[in-house]
């Protein structure tokens, strides 16, 4: 792949939480190459997936709510890079 081939993230997707949602909490930065951008969210829903196992197994619930968190936050990050793709 070239880097005229190479897609960027766009910067255009947030990460609500709270009441209200009226700030971001995150925005997905622009520039970043897509598909590390997708490898970063993969491995971040690794670890949603490890954190909610673990949460529900020792009655942790304060990891599942760290898992929801994050992976909302990889959400973003694969809605931003598809955005990218899309350009």
Not at 3 to 14: L, N, P, R
Not at 25 to 47: N, V
Not at 51 to 80: N, R
Request: net charge negative; proline share 3%; aromatic share 8%.
């Amino acid at each position: 792949m070239t880097t005229e081939d190479t897609h960027f993230t766009v910067g255009k997707t947030t990460f609500f939480q709270g009441e209200n949602q009226t700030h971001p909490l995150f925005r997905i930065e622009a520039g970043i190459p897509c598909q590390h951008a997708r490898e970063q969210a993969s491995e971040l829903m690794g670890y949603v997936r490890n954190m909610t196992i673990t949460g529900v197994m020792d009655e942790k619930p304060e990891l599942i709510w760290a898992a929801h968190y994050l992976s909302a936050l990889a959400k973003a990050l694969m809605d931003d890079a598809e955005l990218g793709m899309r350009h």
